[in-house]
């Protein structure tokens, strides 16, 4: 037991190093819903919208925002990768077929969902732990009643979360640009229609 501790430790110590070498996301492999390896060096030149999701959570109506996004803009070299997460409440349960069919069903997503991943912790995916390392937590809205109490809830678990850099919650949006840098986190509360005009300006820079 003591050695797979210890192998597991070193595992992640090296997996940790890989993304802190990391410049871009083009370095990172990630797997799609099949289970087949993707690299992200596919999406050099495009503007990239990566987020964390799940199926049963107060954000999920965002699905239909971003799918309307996509149409918006996937003719202006724009791409939007979905991770599902079932981190957070254990609010994306079932398998990946059974995520991508209650999206496609619900809100007629077209954008790509890759497979079910962890974004925190020991087992969080390297990109992650790079775009966590690239975009640290950037604080909810608490103007709006869900700013208000996620700020609360993580608060009673922890009275300095804000200076956590991790994942918070579902819907978590990270904008990367044409060369694969990180240059803006957007927290689940952040107005979607000001994560539409974000998008706008970095498709038209």
């Known amino acids: 037991m003591k050695k797979l ?3 597991l430790l070193t595992a992640a110590i090296l997996l940790s190093s890989a993304a802190a070498a990391q410049t871009d996301i083009y370095g990172f492999t990630v797997k799609d819903m099949e289970g087949q390896d993707v690299s992200l060096s596919k999406y050099k030149g495009k ?55 209650f999206c496609t069903g619900r809100y007629g997503i077209q954008f790509e969902q890759m497979a079910k991943i962890d974004v925190n912790g020991a087992d969080a995916a390297p990109l992650y732990q790079y775009l966590i390392k690239s975009a640290p937590f950037s604080g909810f809205d608490t103007s709006t009643r869900m700013g208000k109490l996620l700020h ?8 300095d979360y804000e200076k956590n850099p991790d994942i918070k919650w579902n819907f978590t949006k990270f904008l990367v640009d044409k060369e694969g840098h990180v240059v803006k986190r957007f927290e689940p509360t952040v107005d979607m229609a000001e994560v539409n005009e974000e998008v706008r300006l970095l498709i038209e820079q």
Do not use: S, W
């Not at 965002?62 to 202006?76: G, H």
């Not at 609360?152 to 009275?159: G, H, P, R, S, V």
């Open 5 to 7: 501790r210890t192998l």
């Open 47 to 101: 503007v990239l919208l990566i987020v964390n999701t799940a199926t049963e959570c107060g954000f999920t109506p965002q699905y239909k925002e971003l799918q309307e996004m996509y149409e918006q803009y996937m003719e202006q070299a724009f791409d939007i990768l979905d991770f599902p997460c079932n981190q957070f409440g254990g609010q994306a349960p079932g398998t990946d077929k059974d995520i991508h069919a």
């Open 152 to 159: 609360l809830m993580m608060k009673k678990k922890d009275a």
